[in-house]
Protein backbone atom coordinates (compact mmCIF):
# COMPACT_ATOMS: atom_id res chain seq x y z
CA UNK A 1 0.00 0.00 0.00
CA UNK A 2 1.31 3.21 -1.15
CA UNK A 3 1.78 6.34 1.20
CA UNK A 4 -1.38 8.42 -0.26
CA UNK A 5 -3.24 5.16 -0.41
CA UNK A 6 -2.68 4.29 3.07
CA UNK A 7 -2.85 7.97 4.40
CA UNK A 8 -6.86 7.55 2.93
CA UNK A 9 -7.31 4.15 4.24
CA UNK A 10 -6.51 5.95 8.38
CA UNK A 11 -8.85 8.92 7.17
CA UNK A 12 -11.73 6.32 6.46
CA UNK A 13 -11.26 4.44 9.26
CA UNK A 14 -11.00 7.04 11.82
CA UNK A 15 -14.21 8.52 10.11
CA UNK A 16 -15.90 5.05 10.51
CA UNK A 17 -15.15 5.69 14.25
CA UNK A 18 -17.18 9.03 14.76
CA UNK A 19 -13.55 10.58 13.85
CA UNK A 20 -12.77 9.43 17.70
CA UNK A 21 -8.54 8.67 17.89
CA UNK A 22 -9.31 7.00 21.42
CA UNK A 23 -11.48 4.35 18.91
CA UNK A 24 -8.55 3.17 16.90
CA UNK A 25 -4.84 3.14 17.12
CA UNK A 26 -2.42 2.40 14.21
CA UNK A 27 0.74 0.87 13.42
CA UNK A 28 3.56 3.08 13.98
CA UNK A 29 1.64 5.39 16.63
CA UNK A 30 3.17 5.75 19.80
CA UNK A 31 2.04 2.78 22.32
CA UNK A 32 0.74 0.94 19.90
CA UNK A 33 2.03 -2.33 21.02
CA UNK A 34 -0.41 -1.71 23.95
CA UNK A 35 -2.90 -2.20 21.17
CA UNK A 36 -1.44 -5.60 19.71
CA UNK A 37 -2.08 -8.36 22.70
CA UNK A 38 -0.29 -11.33 21.35
CA UNK A 39 -1.85 -14.61 23.21
CA UNK A 40 0.88 -17.31 21.60
CA UNK A 41 4.27 -15.33 21.75
CA UNK A 42 5.62 -17.67 19.45
CA UNK A 43 3.52 -16.04 16.17
CA UNK A 44 4.72 -12.58 15.76
CA UNK A 45 1.77 -10.81 14.29
CA UNK A 46 1.57 -6.32 13.68
CA UNK A 47 -1.87 -5.33 12.16
CA UNK A 48 -2.05 -2.38 10.04
CA UNK A 49 -4.67 -1.08 12.91
CA UNK A 50 -6.94 -1.63 16.17
CA UNK A 51 -9.86 -0.35 15.82
CA UNK A 52 -12.83 0.22 18.72
CA UNK A 53 -15.89 0.35 17.42
CA UNK A 54 -19.08 0.89 19.46
CA UNK A 55 -22.10 0.00 17.53
CA UNK A 56 -22.63 -2.60 14.48
CA UNK A 57 -23.02 0.96 11.89
CA UNK A 58 -19.59 1.46 13.29
CA UNK A 59 -18.25 -2.23 12.44
CA UNK A 60 -19.87 -1.79 8.81
CA UNK A 61 -18.36 1.68 7.98
CA UNK A 62 -14.92 -0.44 8.84
CA UNK A 63 -15.10 -3.52 6.98
CA UNK A 64 -15.97 -0.99 4.23
CA UNK A 65 -12.75 0.58 4.81
CA UNK A 66 -11.27 -2.65 4.85
CA UNK A 67 -12.86 -3.74 1.48
CA UNK A 68 -12.39 -0.53 -0.68
CA UNK A 69 -8.82 -0.38 0.42
CA UNK A 70 -8.07 -4.28 0.11
CA UNK A 71 -7.12 -4.92 3.67
CA UNK A 72 -8.03 -7.65 5.62
CA UNK A 73 -10.29 -7.97 8.64
CA UNK A 74 -10.61 -9.93 11.88
CA UNK A 75 -12.42 -9.58 15.05
CA UNK A 76 -11.12 -9.79 18.65
CA UNK A 77 -13.45 -10.86 21.24
CA UNK A 78 -11.20 -12.60 23.79
CA UNK A 79 -8.42 -13.14 21.86
CA UNK A 80 -7.21 -16.79 22.44
CA UNK A 81 -6.47 -17.83 19.26
CA UNK A 82 -3.36 -20.02 19.06
CA UNK A 83 -2.15 -18.85 15.98
CA UNK A 84 -3.24 -15.02 17.00
CA UNK A 85 -5.81 -14.93 14.43
CA UNK A 86 -8.12 -12.13 16.33
CA UNK A 87 -4.94 -9.95 15.39
CA UNK A 88 -5.54 -10.88 11.54
CA UNK A 89 -2.52 -14.11 11.97
CA UNK A 90 -0.02 -12.30 9.63
CA UNK A 91 0.83 -8.72 9.33
CA UNK A 92 -1.13 -5.87 7.88
CA UNK A 93 -4.57 -6.58 9.16
CA UNK A 94 -7.63 -4.45 10.48
CA UNK A 95 -8.30 -5.57 13.92
CA UNK A 96 -11.92 -5.14 14.82
CA UNK A 97 -11.83 -5.42 19.06
CA UNK A 98 -15.37 -5.48 20.54
CA UNK A 99 -14.86 -5.01 23.79
CA UNK A 100 -17.63 -2.21 23.48
CA UNK A 101 -20.48 -5.11 22.74
CA UNK A 102 -21.25 -5.96 26.43
CA UNK A 103 -24.67 -6.02 26.45
CA UNK A 104 -26.47 -8.51 28.12
CA UNK A 105 -30.81 -8.59 28.82
CA UNK A 106 -33.24 -11.96 29.11
CA UNK A 107 -36.70 -11.82 27.95
CA UNK A 108 -39.88 -13.49 29.45
CA UNK A 109 -39.14 -16.77 27.01
CA UNK A 110 -35.51 -17.06 29.39
CA UNK A 111 -33.81 -16.26 25.43
CA UNK A 112 -31.01 -14.16 26.36
CA UNK A 113 -29.32 -11.90 24.36
CA UNK A 114 -25.32 -11.30 24.54
CA UNK A 115 -22.66 -8.98 23.27
CA UNK A 116 -19.71 -10.81 21.77
CA UNK A 117 -17.26 -8.50 23.69
CA UNK A 118 -18.53 -10.36 27.05
CA UNK A 119 -16.44 -13.25 28.08
CA UNK A 120 -17.55 -16.39 29.68
CA UNK A 121 -17.28 -15.53 33.00
CA UNK A 122 -18.96 -12.78 32.55
CA UNK A 123 -21.52 -14.99 30.39
CA UNK A 124 -22.08 -17.62 33.11
CA UNK A 125 -22.37 -15.11 36.08
CA UNK A 126 -25.14 -13.02 34.28
CA UNK A 127 -27.04 -16.43 33.22
CA UNK A 128 -26.95 -17.60 36.64
CA UNK A 129 -27.98 -14.44 38.43
CA UNK A 130 -31.15 -15.08 36.39
CA UNK A 131 -31.37 -19.19 37.04
CA UNK A 132 -30.17 -19.98 33.68
CA UNK A 133 -27.85 -21.67 31.80
CA UNK A 134 -25.86 -22.55 28.03
CA UNK A 135 -22.99 -25.27 27.70
CA UNK A 136 -20.08 -23.69 27.29
CA UNK A 137 -16.01 -23.95 28.21
CA UNK A 138 -14.63 -23.16 31.37
CA UNK A 139 -12.03 -20.93 30.88
CA UNK A 140 -13.81 -17.26 32.03
CA UNK A 141 -11.54 -15.42 29.76
CA UNK A 142 -12.10 -16.76 26.67
CA UNK A 143 -14.47 -14.74 24.90
CA UNK A 144 -17.92 -14.84 24.22
CA UNK A 145 -17.78 -13.64 19.66
CA UNK A 146 -15.38 -16.51 19.13
CA UNK A 147 -16.36 -19.08 21.92
CA UNK A 148 -20.24 -19.40 19.79
CA UNK A 149 -19.02 -19.54 16.75
CA UNK A 150 -16.24 -21.49 16.39
CA UNK A 151 -17.52 -24.79 18.72
CA UNK A 152 -17.88 -23.86 22.57
CA UNK A 153 -16.90 -27.26 24.60
CA UNK A 154 -17.52 -27.51 28.12
CA UNK A 155 -18.51 -29.83 31.06
CA UNK A 156 -22.28 -29.78 30.14
CA UNK A 157 -21.94 -30.26 26.56
CA UNK A 158 -22.75 -34.27 26.87
CA UNK A 159 -26.16 -32.97 27.74
CA UNK A 160 -26.99 -29.71 25.99
CA UNK A 161 -24.93 -29.71 23.50
CA UNK A 162 -22.00 -27.16 22.37
CA UNK A 163 -21.78 -23.26 23.03
CA UNK A 164 -22.74 -22.50 19.19
CA UNK A 165 -25.99 -25.22 19.45
CA UNK A 166 -27.69 -22.23 21.43
CA UNK A 167 -27.36 -19.38 19.45
CA UNK A 168 -30.70 -19.44 17.78
CA UNK A 169 -30.00 -15.97 16.02
CA UNK A 170 -27.21 -13.57 15.76
CA UNK A 171 -26.85 -9.46 14.51
CA UNK A 172 -24.18 -10.36 11.28
CA UNK A 173 -22.16 -7.42 9.60
CA UNK A 174 -20.74 -8.81 6.36
CA UNK A 175 -18.06 -8.01 3.67
CA UNK A 176 -20.71 -5.62 1.89
CA UNK A 177 -21.24 -3.92 4.95
CA UNK A 178 -24.55 -4.68 4.97
CA UNK A 179 -25.96 -5.39 8.81
CA UNK A 180 -28.18 -8.59 8.63
CA UNK A 181 -30.01 -10.70 10.89
CA UNK A 182 -29.55 -14.27 10.79
CA UNK A 183 -31.39 -17.29 11.94
CA UNK A 184 -32.72 -20.96 10.61
CA UNK A 185 -35.48 -18.88 8.69
CA UNK A 186 -33.55 -15.36 7.80
CA UNK A 187 -30.93 -15.57 6.18
CA UNK A 188 -29.94 -19.18 6.38
CA UNK A 189 -26.83 -19.61 4.88
CA UNK A 190 -25.14 -17.18 7.04
CA UNK A 191 -26.73 -18.36 10.21
CA UNK A 192 -25.05 -22.02 9.08
CA UNK A 193 -21.54 -20.70 8.36
CA UNK A 194 -21.29 -18.67 11.68
CA UNK A 195 -21.81 -21.43 13.67
CA UNK A 196 -18.26 -23.49 13.59
CA UNK A 197 -16.54 -21.25 11.06
CA UNK A 198 -17.80 -17.35 11.74
CA UNK A 199 -14.44 -15.39 11.00
CA UNK A 200 -14.50 -16.37 7.28
CA UNK A 201 -17.79 -15.10 6.86
CA UNK A 202 -18.13 -11.48 8.96
CA UNK A 203 -18.60 -9.93 12.54
CA UNK A 204 -21.18 -11.03 14.77
CA UNK A 205 -22.49 -8.08 17.36
CA UNK A 206 -25.13 -10.26 19.06
CA UNK A 207 -26.43 -13.06 19.62
CA UNK A 208 -29.39 -14.55 20.75
CA UNK A 209 -29.04 -17.94 23.01
CA UNK A 210 -31.68 -20.47 24.00
CA UNK A 211 -30.99 -21.20 28.08
CA UNK A 212 -31.39 -23.96 30.52
CA UNK A 213 -32.47 -23.48 34.01
CA UNK A 214 -29.27 -24.11 36.09
CA UNK A 215 -28.45 -27.65 37.18
CA UNK A 216 -28.51 -28.27 41.38
CA UNK A 217 -26.85 -31.54 41.57
CA UNK A 218 -23.45 -32.55 40.93
CA UNK A 219 -20.38 -35.19 41.96
CA UNK A 220 -17.03 -33.78 40.98
CA UNK A 221 -14.31 -36.54 40.90
CA UNK A 222 -10.40 -36.28 40.28
CA UNK A 223 -7.58 -38.87 40.91
CA UNK A 224 -4.09 -38.70 40.71
CA UNK A 225 -2.85 -41.64 39.25
CA UNK A 226 0.55 -42.36 38.88
CA UNK A 227 2.31 -45.46 37.87
CA UNK A 228 5.38 -46.99 37.99
CA UNK A 229 5.57 -48.41 34.27
CA UNK A 230 4.99 -47.04 30.81
CA UNK A 231 2.81 -50.80 30.23
CA UNK A 232 0.08 -49.67 33.37
CA UNK A 233 -0.15 -45.99 32.28
CA UNK A 234 -1.17 -47.91 28.74
CA UNK A 235 -3.35 -50.34 30.56
CA UNK A 236 -4.85 -47.36 32.32
CA UNK A 237 -5.37 -45.59 29.02
CA UNK A 238 -7.34 -48.51 27.58
CA UNK A 239 -9.30 -49.19 30.53
CA UNK A 240 -10.57 -45.06 30.27
CA UNK A 241 -11.35 -45.49 26.55
CA UNK A 242 -12.90 -48.96 27.06
CA UNK A 243 -15.52 -46.88 29.30
CA UNK A 244 -16.03 -44.16 27.23
CA UNK A 245 -16.76 -45.90 23.90
CA UNK A 246 -19.32 -47.78 26.18
CA UNK A 247 -22.74 -47.69 23.70
CA UNK A 248 -25.17 -45.39 25.38
CA UNK A 249 -23.27 -44.24 28.31
CA UNK A 250 -25.12 -42.21 30.32
CA UNK A 251 -25.08 -38.47 29.78
CA UNK A 252 -24.83 -37.56 33.58
CA UNK A 253 -21.35 -38.66 33.07
CA UNK A 254 -18.16 -36.17 31.73
CA UNK A 255 -14.67 -37.35 31.92
CA UNK A 256 -11.07 -36.27 31.05
CA UNK A 257 -7.82 -38.17 31.33
CA UNK A 258 -4.68 -35.69 31.07
CA UNK A 259 -1.67 -37.32 30.43
CA UNK A 260 1.62 -36.21 31.87
CA UNK A 261 5.10 -37.55 32.08
CA UNK A 262 5.24 -40.80 34.30
CA UNK A 263 1.62 -39.86 35.60
CA UNK A 264 -2.28 -39.13 34.90
CA UNK A 265 -4.77 -37.39 35.77
CA UNK A 266 -8.41 -38.41 35.87
CA UNK A 267 -11.44 -35.77 36.36
CA UNK A 268 -14.49 -35.06 35.41
CA UNK A 269 -18.62 -35.15 36.55
CA UNK A 270 -21.49 -37.06 37.13
CA UNK A 271 -24.41 -35.50 37.23
CA UNK A 272 -26.49 -36.58 39.92
CA UNK A 273 -26.81 -37.79 43.25
CA UNK A 274 -24.05 -39.44 45.09
CA UNK A 275 -25.68 -42.78 45.13
CA UNK A 276 -25.94 -42.70 41.57
CA UNK A 277 -22.65 -42.01 40.78
CA UNK A 278 -22.02 -45.09 43.34
CA UNK A 279 -23.95 -47.04 41.35
CA UNK A 280 -22.12 -46.11 38.20
CA UNK A 281 -19.18 -47.99 39.49
CA UNK A 282 -16.41 -45.57 38.25
CA UNK A 283 -13.69 -47.24 40.58
CA UNK A 284 -14.47 -50.44 39.72
CA UNK A 285 -13.51 -49.53 36.24
CA UNK A 286 -9.82 -49.12 36.37
CA UNK A 287 -6.77 -50.08 38.48
CA UNK A 288 -6.86 -47.13 40.93
CA UNK A 289 -4.70 -47.00 43.91
CA UNK A 290 -6.09 -43.75 46.07
CA UNK A 291 -9.18 -42.70 47.01
CA UNK A 292 -8.88 -39.50 44.83
CA UNK A 293 -11.24 -37.02 46.11
CA UNK A 294 -15.17 -37.24 45.11
CA UNK A 295 -17.06 -33.69 46.04
CA UNK A 296 -20.94 -33.35 46.09
CA UNK A 297 -21.30 -29.92 44.42
CA UNK A 298 -24.70 -28.13 44.81
CA UNK A 299 -23.48 -24.49 43.59
CA UNK A 300 -23.49 -24.63 39.98
CA UNK A 301 -20.82 -22.28 39.39
CA UNK A 302 -18.54 -25.79 40.70
CA UNK A 303 -19.98 -27.47 38.11
CA UNK A 304 -18.89 -25.54 35.14
CA UNK A 305 -15.09 -26.44 36.12
CA UNK A 306 -13.00 -28.83 34.89
CA UNK A 307 -9.58 -30.19 36.52
CA UNK A 308 -7.86 -30.29 32.40
CA UNK A 309 -9.29 -26.73 31.68
CA UNK A 310 -7.87 -25.45 34.61
CA UNK A 311 -5.03 -27.27 33.69
CA UNK A 312 -4.94 -24.87 30.13
CA UNK A 313 -5.86 -21.85 31.94
CA UNK A 314 -2.49 -22.31 34.61
CA UNK A 315 -0.40 -23.32 31.83
CA UNK A 316 -1.33 -20.88 29.03
CA UNK A 317 -4.89 -19.77 29.58
CA UNK A 318 -4.23 -16.05 31.40
CA UNK A 319 -0.53 -15.23 30.27
CA UNK A 320 0.47 -14.77 26.89
CA UNK A 321 3.36 -18.08 26.58
CA UNK A 322 5.08 -19.33 23.60
CA UNK A 323 3.38 -22.43 22.76
CA UNK A 324 1.97 -24.87 20.66
CA UNK A 325 -1.37 -27.15 20.46
CA UNK A 326 -2.16 -29.55 18.16
CA UNK A 327 -5.87 -31.49 18.26
CA UNK A 328 -7.29 -34.86 17.12
CA UNK A 329 -11.02 -36.29 17.10
CA UNK A 330 -11.97 -39.61 17.46
CA UNK A 331 -15.67 -40.90 16.09
CA UNK A 332 -17.48 -43.77 17.40
CA UNK A 333 -15.76 -46.34 15.25
CA UNK A 334 -11.70 -44.52 15.52
CA UNK A 335 -10.89 -45.46 19.11
CA UNK A 336 -7.13 -45.97 19.32
CA UNK A 337 -6.48 -50.09 19.13
CA UNK A 338 -4.44 -51.71 21.75
CA UNK A 339 -1.26 -52.07 19.99
CA UNK A 340 -1.07 -48.30 18.76
CA UNK A 341 -2.11 -47.28 22.55
CA UNK A 342 1.33 -49.30 23.72
CA UNK A 343 3.45 -47.57 20.99
CA UNK A 344 1.78 -44.04 22.21
CA UNK A 345 3.18 -44.61 25.72
CA UNK A 346 6.53 -45.99 24.73
CA UNK A 347 6.59 -42.89 22.12
CA UNK A 348 5.51 -40.49 25.53
CA UNK A 349 8.13 -42.32 27.73
CA UNK A 350 10.98 -41.76 25.17
CA UNK A 351 10.69 -39.14 23.15
CA UNK A 352 13.25 -35.75 23.29
CA UNK A 353 10.00 -33.18 24.28
CA UNK A 354 11.86 -29.86 24.14
CA UNK A 355 10.29 -28.84 26.99
CA UNK A 356 8.95 -30.23 30.40
CA UNK A 357 6.11 -27.90 30.11
CA UNK A 358 3.81 -30.20 28.17
CA UNK A 359 0.20 -32.43 28.93
CA UNK A 360 -2.26 -34.18 26.72
CA UNK A 361 -5.74 -34.06 27.25
CA UNK A 362 -8.42 -37.03 26.26
CA UNK A 363 -11.74 -35.52 26.57
CA UNK A 364 -15.09 -37.32 26.23
CA UNK A 365 -17.32 -35.68 23.82
CA UNK A 366 -21.07 -37.18 22.45
CA UNK A 367 -24.18 -37.34 24.16
CA UNK A 368 -25.84 -34.12 22.82
CA UNK A 369 -23.01 -32.93 20.58
CA UNK A 370 -23.88 -36.60 18.99
CA UNK A 371 -27.96 -35.72 18.30
CA UNK A 372 -26.58 -33.15 15.23
CA UNK A 373 -25.80 -34.32 11.44
CA UNK A 374 -22.17 -33.73 10.50
CA UNK A 375 -24.20 -31.11 7.90
CA UNK A 376 -26.38 -29.36 10.82
CA UNK A 377 -24.24 -26.75 11.09
CA UNK A 378 -20.54 -25.35 9.65
CA UNK A 379 -19.12 -27.36 12.71
CA UNK A 380 -18.77 -30.74 11.94
CA UNK A 381 -17.11 -33.30 13.94
CA UNK A 382 -20.78 -33.87 15.52
CA UNK A 383 -20.06 -38.35 15.31
CA UNK A 384 -17.11 -37.55 17.56
CA UNK A 385 -16.51 -39.75 20.76
CA UNK A 386 -12.70 -38.29 22.29
CA UNK A 387 -11.38 -35.16 21.29
CA UNK A 388 -7.67 -35.49 22.49
CA UNK A 389 -5.98 -31.90 22.99
CA UNK A 390 -1.90 -31.97 23.06
CA UNK A 391 0.19 -28.55 24.38
CA UNK A 392 3.88 -27.97 25.20
CA UNK A 393 4.49 -24.70 26.52
CA UNK A 394 8.52 -23.48 25.72
CA UNK A 395 9.60 -21.90 29.28
CA UNK A 396 12.47 -20.05 27.43
CA UNK A 397 11.31 -17.88 24.65
CA UNK A 398 10.26 -19.77 21.18
CA UNK A 399 8.49 -23.06 21.02
CA UNK A 400 12.42 -25.25 19.90
CA UNK A 401 11.96 -27.60 16.63
CA UNK A 402 11.87 -30.48 18.80
CA UNK A 403 8.59 -29.49 20.70
CA UNK A 404 7.37 -29.11 17.55
CA UNK A 405 8.83 -32.46 16.59
CA UNK A 406 6.91 -34.11 19.96
CA UNK A 407 3.68 -33.46 19.34
CA UNK A 408 3.42 -33.76 15.64
CA UNK A 409 5.18 -37.30 16.06
CA UNK A 410 2.23 -38.18 18.54
CA UNK A 411 -0.07 -37.66 15.90
CA UNK A 412 1.96 -39.75 13.29
CA UNK A 413 2.29 -42.22 16.23
CA UNK A 414 -1.38 -42.50 16.59
CA UNK A 415 -2.14 -42.40 12.93
CA UNK A 416 0.59 -44.47 11.49
CA UNK A 417 -1.90 -47.97 11.44
CA UNK A 418 -5.15 -46.17 10.46
CA UNK A 419 -6.44 -46.49 7.20
CA UNK A 420 -9.21 -43.64 8.28
CA UNK A 421 -6.76 -41.49 8.78
CA UNK A 422 -8.41 -38.65 6.30
CA UNK A 423 -11.41 -39.01 8.71
CA UNK A 424 -9.89 -37.91 11.63
CA UNK A 425 -10.06 -34.14 11.82
CA UNK A 426 -8.92 -31.24 14.04
CA UNK A 427 -11.28 -28.99 16.18
CA UNK A 428 -10.89 -25.47 14.95
CA UNK A 429 -10.92 -23.45 18.40
CA UNK A 430 -7.30 -25.32 19.22
CA UNK A 431 -6.13 -23.79 15.48
CA UNK A 432 -2.47 -25.20 14.28
CA UNK A 433 -0.95 -22.59 12.24
CA UNK A 434 1.37 -25.20 11.04
CA UNK A 435 -1.27 -27.66 9.81
CA UNK A 436 -1.71 -28.82 6.65
CA UNK A 437 -5.03 -29.18 4.61
CA UNK A 438 -6.07 -27.29 7.88
CA UNK A 439 -9.60 -26.10 6.32
CA UNK A 440 -10.52 -29.99 5.42
CA UNK A 441 -9.56 -31.15 9.02
CA UNK A 442 -11.48 -28.07 10.56
CA UNK A 443 -14.72 -28.34 8.08
CA UNK A 444 -14.62 -31.51 6.74
CA UNK A 445 -17.21 -32.49 4.67
CA UNK A 446 -18.73 -29.03 5.14
CA UNK A 447 -15.71 -27.67 3.18
CA UNK A 448 -17.61 -27.31 -0.10
CA UNK A 449 -20.81 -25.72 1.03
CA UNK A 450 -18.69 -22.94 2.98
CA UNK A 451 -16.47 -22.43 0.08
CA UNK A 452 -19.85 -21.61 -1.78
CA UNK A 453 -21.14 -19.54 0.63
CA UNK A 454 -17.72 -17.50 0.96
CA UNK A 455 -17.89 -17.05 -2.78
CA UNK A 456 -21.24 -15.54 -2.97
CA UNK A 457 -20.93 -13.29 0.31
CA UNK A 458 -17.04 -12.50 0.79
CA UNK A 459 -16.18 -12.42 -2.72
CA UNK A 460 -12.85 -10.57 -2.01
CA UNK A 461 -12.04 -12.34 0.75
CA UNK A 462 -12.01 -9.40 3.11
CA UNK A 463 -12.70 -12.04 5.99
CA UNK A 464 -9.34 -13.11 6.45
CA UNK A 465 -6.44 -15.02 8.34
CA UNK A 466 -3.95 -17.86 7.52
CA UNK A 467 -6.56 -20.85 7.86
CA UNK A 468 -9.97 -19.38 6.83
CA UNK A 469 -12.24 -20.82 4.68
CA UNK A 470 -11.20 -19.57 0.74
CA UNK A 471 -13.11 -18.42 -2.11
CA UNK A 472 -13.87 -21.02 -4.55
CA UNK A 473 -11.21 -20.71 -7.79
CA UNK A 474 -13.87 -21.95 -10.08
CA UNK A 475 -17.72 -21.21 -8.64
CA UNK A 476 -19.96 -24.58 -8.96
Known sequence: MGAAQSTAAHSCLLAAVGNSSSSVAFNGDLLFSSHVS??????????????YPESAQQVAKIVKCAADYNLKVQAYSGGHSYGNYGLGGTDGAVVVNMKHFRQ?????????TAGPGLNLGELHDKLAAEGRAIAHGT??????????????????????????????????????????????????????AIKGAAASFGIV???????????????????????????????????????VYTPNITRKFSSELVLFEKSALLSGFYFGTREEFAEFGLEDKFPIRNSGTVLQLSDWA????????????SAIGGTPASFYAKSMVFKDNQSIPDQDVDE?????????????????????????????????????HRDVIVLMESYAISLFGPVPPATKQFLNGLHSVITANRTDIAELGAYPGFVDPYLENAQAEYWGVNLPRLQDIKTSIDPQDVFHNPQSVRVNAAPH
Open 344 to 380: MFRYLDTVNKGTPAWFVIFDLEGGAVNDYSTTATAYP
Open 302 to 313: GMVTSEAENLIV
Open 104 to 112: FSMDAEDIA
Open 139 to 192: CRQVGVGGHLTIGGLGTMSREWGMALDHVIEAQVVLANSSIVRASETENPDVFW
Open 38 to 51: RYNLNIPVAPIAVT
Open 205 to 243: TEFKLLTHATLKNAIQYTYQLNFGSTADRAQLFKDWQKL
